[in-house]
């Protein structure tokens, strides 16, 4: 009986050890934090909810029932290229491009917006079940986010939905805005703290934390909300970081703690 159990605690002291000393579960992963190498101005009255960088146009959704909208900037000269209106009582949150189609969501109002991507008119609308909070696109399909620990994936030309994927390690995460960044993975302010997380969209992994505190003054901090846009700027490894009735718009690098 003796050498029963000794032969059975062998196999269980390398499961532990797997566990708590190789790389298990419950290992936190990699900390970022941001480098700030550039900043632009950017419109206080904007109550952030989505942002997207497509080629040298920057689209930015806003949301407030009443002061909804979408708008298209040039990267370059920061001209307004088109603007458009959200009627009451839409609320509107993240926005993305997908081929000749600029998508809009909503937050409660459970309808999608189809614009064209440079008058940014709205050709045709749909319906959808839940909350809309982000947007991007990646690989052919849409990313949503809905204020939970799960992702949602759409069809970039009906919406209809096609799958999902839950958070593995942070279990109980508010994602927020979106980003489909170039190496695949997707970027998601983790609300409402200053937290980004970078995901992998196919396991639901947290690949990296980025600590955001700390790129607004106290002073700036008290007149603003939650951080909540950021879009890599492509072709580079800086995105664009900015949030809710923010005065700037910081151009940031992600590197090791």
Not at 42 to 68: I, N, P
Not at 122 to 146: H, I, K, N, P
Request: charged share 25%; net charge negative; hydrophobic share 35%.
């Amino acid at each position: 009986m003796e050498r029963n159990r000794r032969s059975l605690a062998v196999p269980v002291l390398v499961c532990l050890l797997a566990v708590a000393g190789c790389g298990g579960v419950d290992e936190e992963p990699p900390q970022l934090r941001i480098e700030v190498v550039g900043t632009m101005p950017h419109d206080t009255k904007a109550f952030t909810q989505g942002l997207e960088v497509d080629g040298r146009v920057l689209y930015e959704s806003t949301g407030m029932s009443g002061e909804s909208g979408v708008r298209a900037t040039d990267l370059g000269t920061g001209a307004e290229l088109a603007r458009a209106e959200l009627p009451a009582p839409y609320f509107g949150e993240g926005v993305t491009r997908a081929g000749d189609t600029l998508w809009q969501i909503t937050w409660k109002d459970r309808v999608a917006f189809a614009r064209d991507p440079v008058t940014l008119a709205v050709r045709r609308q749909v319906t959808y079940e839940g909350e809309g909070w982000g947007l991007c696109t990646r690989a052919g399909r849409l990313v949503m986010s809905d204020g939970t620990d799960t992702l949602t994936f759409r069809d970039p030309e009906t919406f209809a939905p096609t799958g999902t994927v839950t958070l593995r390690d942070r279990g109980g995460a508010h994602l927020n805005e979106l980003d489909c960044a170039q190496d695949g993975s997707v970027y998601a302010n983790d609300y409402p703290t200053d937290r980004i997380l970078r995901i992998d969209p196919d396991s639901g992994e947290v690949l990296d934390v980025v600590d955001a505190r700390g790129l607004l003054s106290p002073t700036e901090r008290a007149r603003t909300d939650v951080i909540n846009g950021i879009a890599q700027l492509p072709g580079t490894d800086r995105f664009l970081v900015t949030g809710k009735y923010w005065p700037t718009v910081f151009e940031v690098r992600f590197v090791p703690v």
